[in-house]
């Protein structure tokens, strides 16, 4: 059994979800109070590694009233255990889990098992498939995946994202280098991620389209 994982983003007209260094506000703060709402409706959040070195983010909900007891457990991807120990994803906001691979230097496991819990899966890189089973072993039923774009495609394409809600903002960043909603190796076009939308809103300037996954 896998937890309900749903994808969630905030892209350029043009595709980007960030510059090629640094991330970027995209979309508005009505469409912020969203994510934090629905922050509250999941037992997790997840997000690579790469995301959390570039906008050490809190991932907790603090942009709308709301208990620290609210906070979904943050999931970090992670195959080497490069988590920075001064990371806001490792303060006492919420619980933490680091996933890593069988490959993680043990003295660095170590030193983030004082402060987040740690599951392993996988030789080299984190077993996904895997490790949703574990997260979900564990009383992790839903997900909400927040990137970036390379766990982006690896979660589709080991079919493991269920809905998608992308927002778009009013802008074009482009750049061969920018980070777009799904990098990776990229699919075969006859092989590519099939959606179904679901609906269409405005949020003042963007624009929210909602999908699920039809594999
Ligand atoms: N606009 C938005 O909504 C939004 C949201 C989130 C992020 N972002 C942006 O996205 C950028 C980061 O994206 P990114 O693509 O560089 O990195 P990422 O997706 O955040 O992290 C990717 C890393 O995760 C690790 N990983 C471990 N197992 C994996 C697996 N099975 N499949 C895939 N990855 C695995 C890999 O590093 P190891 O091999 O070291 O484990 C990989 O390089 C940042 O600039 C951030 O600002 C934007």
Same mark, same amino acid.
């Given at each position: ?7 969630n983003?905030?892209?350029?007209? +043009?595709?980007? /979800? %960030? ?6 506000k995209?979309s ?6 969203? @994510?934090?709402q629905?922050r509250k ?7 690579g $590694?790469n995301? @959390?070195?570039v906008?050490?983010?809190k ?8 208990? /620290?007891e ?5 999931i ?12 806001k @994803?490792?303060?006492? !906001?919420?619980?933490?889990?680091? @996933?890593v691979?069988?490959? %993680?230097?043990? +003295? ?5 098992e ?6 392993k ?7 996904l498939k +895997? ?5 979900y !072993?564990?009383?992790i039923?839903? $997900? ?5 774009s390379?766990l !982006? &495609?690896?979660?589709f394409?080991?079919? *493991?994202i ?19 909603l799904v990098?990776?190796?990229? &699919? ?5 991620v099939?959606?179904?939308?679901e609906? /269409? !809103?405005?949020? +003042?300037?963007?624009? *929210?389209?909602e ?5």
């Amino acid at each position: 059994m896998k937890p309900f994982i749903h994808l969630n983003s905030a892209m350029t007209v +043009d595709g980007k /979800i %960030a510059t090629e260094k640094s991330s970027m506000k995209i979309s508005g703060k009505n469409d912020a109070i969203r @994510v934090h709402q629905l922050r509250k409706k999941y037992d997790g959040i997840m997000v690579g $590694i790469n995301t @959390v070195i570039v906008d050490n983010p809190k991932l907790t909900i603090h942009k709308i009233p709301s208990k /620290i007891e609210e906070n979904p457990v943050r999931i970090i991807i992670d195959s080497n255990a490069r988590t920075p120990l001064n990371s806001k @994803v490792l303060n006492n !906001n919420a619980k933490t889990i680091i @996933v890593v691979s069988n490959n %993680a230097p043990q +003295d660095k496991i170590e030193q983030l098992e004082k402060h987040c819990e740690i599951i392993k899966t996988g030789d080299k890189r984190v077993d996904l498939k +895997d490790a949703m089973e574990k997260l979900y !072993n564990k009383g992790i039923k839903s $997900i909400l995946l927040e990137g970036g774009s390379t766990l !982006n &495609f690896s979660m589709f394409q080991e079919q *493991l994202i269920d809905k998608l809600t992308i927002c778009i903002g009013s802008e074009i960043l482009g750049g061969k280098k920018s980070k777009t909603l799904v990098d990776g190796r990229g &699919f075969k076009k006859d092989n590519c991620v099939n959606l179904k939308l679901e609906s /269409i !809103n405005k949020i +003042d300037e963007d624009v *929210l389209l909602e999908y699920s996954v039809v594999y």
